[in-house]
């Protein structure tokens, strides 16, 4: 170790590696945010309103948002490395209507469908990762690109037609109703592939180098990560999850069309916001994305309980999303200010 | 070779000249045997719905020894119509049978066709009142809000309980017609005294918020006895929610759905009946109707009263409509006859 020597380049160094640190801790504080945000909404309604806390109802949240929650874990990881995946509702939507069809018209059965759906998917998000890396389209125009291309397949596809219940086998419907050891599959799946991907972005190697891209694409490539691979690795994992997502939404409402799915992505990135992860890339987690889920669910059940006109959630929703950020912005300069301060002196 | 220019203006009168007669033709023959070459234009083709009432008008033009086809845009939206309707008045068709994607859009292109002789006859949804000879209307508000009070009375024990409306959305005209008359039948109606109707819930038309939507009545009223969804997608997705939570048989479920959407669901009692017009026959009577305006058996003035094969006898009422007759309700024992 060298002696650590007080040059202004070598202090502003310790402020920055001061500043990541900081910013981590508020990662960490963010997510007990939310969880105290959830607790003191779970609290209020409660106690207005008994129906509100029961395990069938928590159950109901949970499975309400299960799917936003899958596809917000792809999500998070394509913005933790500063872009943004628009197509991830037509996404779902396509990989929805062509599982569901395939399973209508005897193609394929229920397991091959299935990984149909999933290989999809990963193709379509393989897609979108060739655009932006290859082709060096910003990923906001080149997946709001996409978002209409992949939709239009869908309706291309479908032309007109919709895919009902009667029209699928049994065994694939009751994916969505069944429970492993009295916890809904869904939910199970969901919580599955968060712990998964939260652990790999946390402690794999891979894993930090995607917060590394997204904190200073510049530093990350003059260190050697190899960005484009990367960043391409994410909206192939993006895609695939909303593939899963797309596969498991026919058996959970039973009636798919060409349109299944629309707006998805703007409800994907409100949880991944509220969630902390920052829209520029470099911080945030998983378990944060999927706890902003979580809380979105919750408001949006607890007007239901609250006998309230839902009216009211959209407005509700626009404010939480206000709010969350400007706490993060507000925090973040604050801490910012102080940094450069003691850097400077 | 070269031809001299005459020729290709010779070639260009003598087809000019043919066509002539060709139209000619037809339209001097008498009006009693006038040939029948209807042509229906959908909202959007490829559409399920649509491609049932077409299989009506095919049936009636079969009956009537006319022509049938089906033309229109691949998706309803805004003024798609237009160049269909231009098409079919240069190829001189003799009626058009039309459901509006947009009233006013299309009026003016309607109203050249019937400046040229052609009948227009609305169908599932009515072109502005001007640019029309008659409109066949599906079922009348009252009937269908009436209906839906009345199946989801008949459906829950006693007819006694709390019961939900789950909607499109909050502006839909149609649906907020329905609900408006659900809502007076509920009043006025002594029959109905036990229901109380505790919410009216949107769905936006969308399965996902339809299934939260449907979730969220189910937990808010644990005492709720019944549902009434008057739209397709929140009647499936409450079908759904009811399955998946085990309250199936236990929330009685009834409103407007299509057979193809609901067949699981009325096949394992989850939804025991539900309405919605006979399309098949819409499709049918429109053709009819066009069929003898064309014929110049009826002209489409309020009061006249004709018979239309094997639907029977109907009057044009003082708006120039044809209501098509009561709601169709779909059982476990005729879900089977209609597709679509």
Not at chain 1, 63 to 77: N, W
Not at chain 1, 123 to 129: C, E, K, V, W
Not at chain 2, 71 to 94: E, K, M, R
Not at chain 2, 318 to 326: A, E, K, N, W, Y
Request: aromatic fraction near 6%.
């Amino acid at each position: 170790m060298v002696p650590a020597v007080e040059t202004p380049a070598a202090s502003n160094l310790a402020g920055r590696i001061g500043l990541q640190r900081t910013l981590a801790l508020i990662a960490r504080l963010r997510e007990l945010g939310i969880l105290l945000a959830l607790a003191a909404i779970v609290l209020v309604v409660a106690i207005q309103a008994p129906l509100f806390f029961t395990v069938s109802n928590f159950e109901q949240i949970l499975l309400s948002v299960a799917l936003i929650a899958i596809v917000a874990v792809g999500q998070t990881t394509v913005i933790l490395t500063r872009n943004v995946d628009l197509s991830v509702g037509s996404v779902v939507g396509l990989v929805a209507f062509v599982t569901g069809d395939l399973l209508k018209e005897h193609v394929l059965g229920v397991p091959a469908a299935i990984l149909a759906g999933c290989v999809l998917g990963l193709g379509l998000g393989a897609l979108n990762g060739l655009i932006i890396t290859v082709g060096r389209v910003p990923a906001i125009v080149a997946t709001l690109g996409t978002l209409n291309v992949y939709r239009g397949l869908a309706f291309l596809i479908a032309g007109g037609k919709q895919v009902s219940a009667i029209d699928l086998p049994d065994s694939y419907l009751r994916i969505a109703s069944s429970s492993v050891l009295g916890v809904p599959s869904l939910i199970l799946c969901a919580v599955v592939i968060a712990a998964i991907a939260a652990y790999l972005l946390r402690y794999s190697g891979t894993g930090r180098q995607l917060y590394a891209i997204g904190s200073n694409p510049a530093a990350a490539d003059v260190v050697g990560i190899p960005s484009q691979r990367l960043v391409f690795g994410a909206f192939v994992l993006c895609g695939l999850l909303a593939g899963v997502a797309g596969v498991l939404w026919g058996s959970r409402f039973g009636t798919v069309n060409a349109s299944a799915a629309s707006g998805l992505e703007l409800q994907v990135i409100a949880a991944v916001v509220v969630g902390g992860v920052n829209i520029f890339g470099g911080s945030g987690t998983v378990i944060g994305a999927v706890l902003g889920a979580v809380l979105l669910g919750t408001i949006q059940n607890a007007l239901t309980i609250l006998h309230l006109s839902q009216f009211w959630l959209q407005a509700i929703d626009g404010a939480v999303i206000l709010l969350a950020v400007g706490t993060d912005a507000a925090i973040r300069n604050y801490f910012q200010r102080i940094l450069t301060r003691t850097g400077r002196r | 070779m070269r031809l001299p220019k005459g020729a290709f203006a010779l070639a260009g009168v003598a087809v000019l000249a043919l066509s002539a007669c060709g139209g000619g033709g037809s339209s001097s023959a008498s009006p009693g045997t006038a040939t029948l070459n209807i042509a229906f234009l959908p909202k959007a083709v490829n559409n399920p719905y649509f491609d049932v009432a077409a299989t009506g008008g095919q049936e009636a033009a079969t009956a009537l020894s006319g022509q049938f086809k089906q033309v229109g845009p691949s998706d309803a939206t805004g003024a798609a119509q237009i160049p269909f309707i231009q098409t079919l008045t240069q190829q001189n068709v003799s009626a058009i049978v039309v459901s509006a994607d947009d009233p006013n859009a299309i009026a003016p292109a309607l109203k050249q066709a019937m400046s040229k002789g052609i009948k227009v006859v609305g169908y599932d949804s009515s072109p502005a009142t001007d640019a029309r000879n008659v409109f066949i209307n599906q079922a009348d508000s009252k009937g269908i809000g009436e209906v839906q009070v009345q199946m989801v009375c008949d459906e829950i024990p006693g007819c006694a309980g709390d019961i939900a409306i789950l909607s499109a959305t909050s502006t839909a005209t149609n649906q907020n017609a329905w609900i408006d008359f659900m809502k007076a039948a509920l009043a006025s109606n002594s029959k109905y005294s036990g229901l109380k109707l505790v919410k009216v819930a949107y769905g936006n038309d969308d399965p996902q918020v339809s299934t939260t939507e449907a979730q969220g009545l189910l937990q808010a009223y644990p005492n709720l006895k019944g549902i009434i969804s008057p739209t397709t997608v929140g009647i499936s997705a409450a079908a759904q929610v009811l399955e998946q939570t085990g309250k199936a048989g236990k929330v009685a479920l009834t409103g407007l759905g299509t057979p193809n959407l609901m067949r699981k669901y009325v096949k394992d009692g989850t939804c025991k009946e539900f309405a919605l017009w006979n399309v098949k026959d819409l499709g049918y009577l429109a053709y009819y109707t066009a069929a003898l305006l064309v014929q110049g058996k009826i002209k489409g003035t309020a009061g006249e009263k004709f018979t239309a094969g094997r639907l029977g006898d109907y009057t044009i009422d003082t708006s120039t409509t044809v209501l098509l007759g009561p709601p169709f309700v779909f059982k476990a024992d005729n879900i089977d006859q209609l597709n679509f």
